[in-house]
């Protein structure tokens, strides 16, 4: 017989507080996405089979190397790729970050090859990063089917910082990343109270502004690595993720059950009884006191399928019996 399995995400309030740092990002502090065309050379034979972008690509690196070919040039040790990569929040000039290449054309594979020389920009259209290097396929052999995506350690070097005069900053925008008004309530409190001003405000369940105090001018940095570090309640919305493949569900939240009676096939249970355990014909009595827990394990324990609980999890919310959101992946 197989079960559905339950894994119960208790509420966190109930256990331990989060810190700030966790459960918010700050405006301006993020990673930013570089790309970038160029040609993966030196691959033996599995390269592109031709095409106009990697001819006109190859033209285009001999001319620049001071060639003139007349004839058209194309060789199954090329391949045309695009680079990406991550320029990181306050990369600085000389830092290197890593990449990755695909490729876009008909390339079987891109082992053994090298990555010229390939200016990765920003969405602006400027240049912030210089990529190139010995590809990596991640431990496939040369010839492996599926191979035609890449990665460079270290393979970029950043050529353009994006400026940010973090400390000369009067005010800072967190964003909870997962939007709650209640917790955004308490990170406004908690920071005040800790700092003792009103110098943090929510404007939304997500948004919280906190104005640099006099005390801390030109100390940003200071301030930041002391706020982010203060603990928080983070409120959970009572929701149940269910994978109907693997038999899985996860509950998280303040997961509640009010009374119902349930009438599956030749399966009949009472939720929010008097007392607990098998009664009369084939009803199956659980007590008030129910959790999604103990409802799982009965049904679990008078054979019911794990169809059958998601049909029964799905009839449960409909008639409000059940109050959680659901959701299936």
Not at 7 to 16: E, K, R
Not at 179 to 198: H, S, Y
Not at 209 to 226: F, M
Request: proline residues 3%.
């Amino acid at each position: 017989m197989k079960y559905l399995f339950l894994l119960l995400v208790f509420s966190l309030s109930a256990f331990s507080a989060n810190r700030l740092k966790d459960i918010v990002t700050i405006k301006g502090v993020r990673d930013n996405p570089l790309i970038g065309y160029g040609l993966v050379i030196g691959l033996n034979g599995t390269g592109d089979s031709g095409g106009e972008i990697t001819n006109n690509s190859l033209k285009k690196m001999f001319a620049t190397l001071g060639l003139d070919p007349v004839q058209e040039v194309s060789s199954a040790n090329v391949a045309a790729v695009i680079v990406t990569a991550k320029l990181p929040s306050f990369a600085r000039t000389g830092q290197k970050i890593d990449v990755t290449i695909s490729s876009i054309g008909d390339a079987s594979s891109l082992a053994g090859g090298t990555l010229l020389v390939t200016p990765l920009k920003g969405g602006d259209g400027k240049v912030y990063a210089i990529a190139n290097g010995a590809v990596s396929i991640g431990g496939l052999t040369q010839g492996a089917k599926f191979a035609t995506t890449a990665a460079i350690p270290d393979g970029a070097i950043v050529e353009q910082e994006i400026g940010m005069n973090f400390n000369d900053k009067n005010s800072i925008r967190m964003a909870l990343n997962a939007p709650d008004f209640t917790t955004a309530a308490r990170v406004t409190k908690t920071i005040n109270q800790n700092l003792g001003g009103k110098f943090a405000s929510a404007s939304d369940s997500a948004t919280i502004d906190l104005i640099i105090p006099p005390n801390y001018q030109k100390r940003v940095v200071d301030l930041i690595a002391i706020v982010e570090n203060y603990r928080i309640n983070q409120d959970q919305k009572a929701k149940i993720v269910i994978n109907e493949k693997t038999g899985t569900l996860v509950a998280g939240g303040e997961v509640t059950l009010n009374k119902a009676a349930i009438s599956h096939g030749d399966l009949r249970i009472q939720v929010g009884a008097d007392g607990g355990g098998a009664a009369p014909g084939s009803l199956y009595l659980i007590e008030k006191k129910t959790t999604l827990n103990d409802l799982v394990n009965a049904l679990n324990a008078i054979g019911t399928s794990p169809d059958d609980l998601i049909s029964i999890f799905q009839t449960l919310k409909k008639n409000g019996a059940l109050i959680a959101d659901l959701e299936f992946i």
